[in-house]
């Protein structure tokens, strides 16, 4: 096992995500929506750009496993926040999902120097994740996303949310550079907390009025070029 893995970090929760159409519901209105909602949660960390690199193999299981509603799915990231021009402090995770328990292996990335998020450096960052994972499955670099992120933290501390807005993709397999870009309209809000408050959580679920989605940005993204079915 390299040096890598030995720094894991390995966080478990439930999550629950919801989509909220940008034409159906103004941003600011959504955010009072949040803090005025019975889990009475407070910003708990500057808003960011989140980036995310996501891997695949060949036949594209981690899509194709979601969209066949596998319960047990997998999904491999490169991550890293602020500027997507640049790759630096980054961490490549591993992200298992059943039902709504989600399990994600965190495993910070030391990279020598900045890389420039082009084809090149993608090519890079891809090396750097196949000798991590001791080249067990052959990944290779399928899409990116990037969007702003908000904060959020229940007044008790036991209830974790994010909001998600300003999505983007760019698709990376089967493109000579990174012209693709794709925005995406939804706005994507996430619960996450321990097991033990589940009750609590269900039980003040009534003030979030629309229906409960997936929400994988990685999923819809993917489903929106149809270059990965054709």
Not at 64 to 93: H, M, P, Q
Not at 133 to 146: A, E, G, K, W
Not at 164 to 175: F, G, T
Request: charged share 30%; glycine share 2%.
């Amino acid at each position: 096992m390299n040096e890598e893995l030995n720094k894991k970090n390995i966080l478990t929760r439930l999550e629950r995500k919801w989509a909220f159409k940008k034409n159906n519901i103004d941003l600011n209105n959504l955010i009072i929506a949040i803090f005025r909602s019975p889990f009475r949660f407070k910003s708990s960390f500057t808003s960011r750009q989140v980036n995310s690199i996501y891997f695949d193999d060949k036949n594209f299981s981690s899509i194709l496993e979601n969209l066949d509603g596998i319960a047990a799915k997998k999904k491999y990231r490169v991550r890293w926040y602020g500027t997507s021009d640049f790759v630096e402090k980054c961490s490549f995770e591993i992200k298992e999902k059943q039902g709504f328990l989600s399990k994600k292996t965190v495993i910070p990335i030391n990279l020598k120097q900045k890389i420039k998020f082009h084809n090149k450096g993608i090519n890079e960052i891809k090396n750097v994740v196949m000798k991590i994972i001791n080249y067990r499955v052959n990944l290779i670099p399928i899409l990116s996303t990037h969007y702003q992120r908000n904060y959020y933290l229940s007044d008790h501390e036991k209830v974790r949310a994010t909001l998600d807005y300003d999505v983007k993709s760019h698709q990376i397999v089967c493109k000579q550079d990174l012209v693709f870009k794709k925005n995406f309209s939804d706005y994507i809000f996430e619960l996450k907390y321990e097991k033990k408050y589940d009750n609590f959580v269900r039980n003040n679920l009534n003030s979030i009025s629309a229906r409960y989605s997936k929400s994988s940005k990685y999923i819809n993204c993917a489903i929106a070029t149809p270059q990965f079915f054709s």
